[in-house]
């Protein structure tokens, strides 16, 4: 107090030797048994008038807390309640759902159909997860099938010429000896007919897991002017014609150059090999895909064959060495670039639709 009346603010701990601690707080801390001291002088017209002293024990609060230690302890029990509920939802709405989805994916790995139950509770994440997840189930269940029918027709086609070449090869080994020249020459010739489609098969199946593998142009994209222009100088005959109609806005697609050209090339073939005369291709923007229309006056996909026009040996033309592989590569080609190759209904002839998206600048 002296200090602070000479103009000095001070502040002083005191310890009390003869403090009693009389609470269970009290043994919290040593500091129960100090006491703070301040003063400060008060100033009125530049002089020192008079001083203020404030003091306080930390035992006050200890003290106060020992008081109120129901209302505390409640707050904690409170807490714990609250903490434990959180637990609860929180486990019913992410650790049950992901534990659920871990199981569905061992299953899905094991080859089982794996189809898990929505929770009930869900979060937004949780929600998206669940969506991801059945999408990829179906992609996978659907590969699945593909390769499963893949194979099956993959088996057949290959079965077909084997069996022609082995039972020729068993014929000119048992009765060779025997055979005019005119026989062992058509037995000979029809293995290597056999042989021969054995050779494009294997061809076209390189060409189609090529295709399954590619993604994306490889460069700056395609340049439609110029893959037109080489097409129509490649399949120009008398009775056969390929006119185009290319709206603006077609620059660049983006797809490699050369898949590009194999797809049209494939469409534009196969129309001629079913008798066109005539095939028109109109080109158009719509949004950020250029979409691409192949119309011919052919005699058109028959309506039992439309659904599965794509599918892997679909052909009419086995007889004279065709695989049924065109159009699978092709759309596999198109896909690749993340555009879609569908045929579309037509009055007459088959109409093919080819979107792809543009690129970029």
Known sequence: VRAALRGQAVTVLRHNDFYR???????????????LHH???????????????????ASALFRGMWEDRGKIAAGVAAIFAVLVLLTAILARA??????????????????????????????????????DFEVMARAIARRSRYLRDFAAALSHEFKTPLAGIRGGI????????????????????????????????????????????????????????????????????????LRSEVGTGLDRLAMDEGALETVLATLVENARQAGAGEVVLSARREGGAGVLTLCDNGPGVPQADRERIFDPFCTSRRESGGTGLGLPIARALVEGSGGALELAESERGACFVLTVPLAAN
């Open 39 to 57: 003063a400060r002088p008060i100033r009125a017209g530049g002089k020192v008038v008079g001083a203020v002293l404030v003091s306080r024990s």
């Open 94 to 131: 992410i650790v049950r759902p992901v534990e659920q989805l871990s199981l569905a994916a061992r299953a899905l790995a094991r080859g089982q159909s794996a189809a898990p139950a929505r929770p009930t509770l869900e979060v937004q994440e949780i929600r998206s997860l669940y969506h």
């Open 170 to 241: 068993e014929l000119l080994q048992d009765h060779g000896a025997t055979m005019s020249e005119a026989e062992r020459a058509r037995f000979l010739a029809n293995i290597a007919a056999d042989g021969e489609r054995l050779s494009r098969l294997v061809s076209r199946l390189m060409e189609l897991a090529k295709a399954d593998m590619a993604r994306g142009p490889s460069g700056e994209g395609a340049a439609l002017a110029g893959v037109l222009a080489r097409l129509s100088d490649g399949v120009a005959s008398e009775g056969f014609a």
């Open 21 to 35: 601690r009389d609470t269970a707080f009290d043994w919290i801390s040593r500091a129960t048994a100090i006491r």
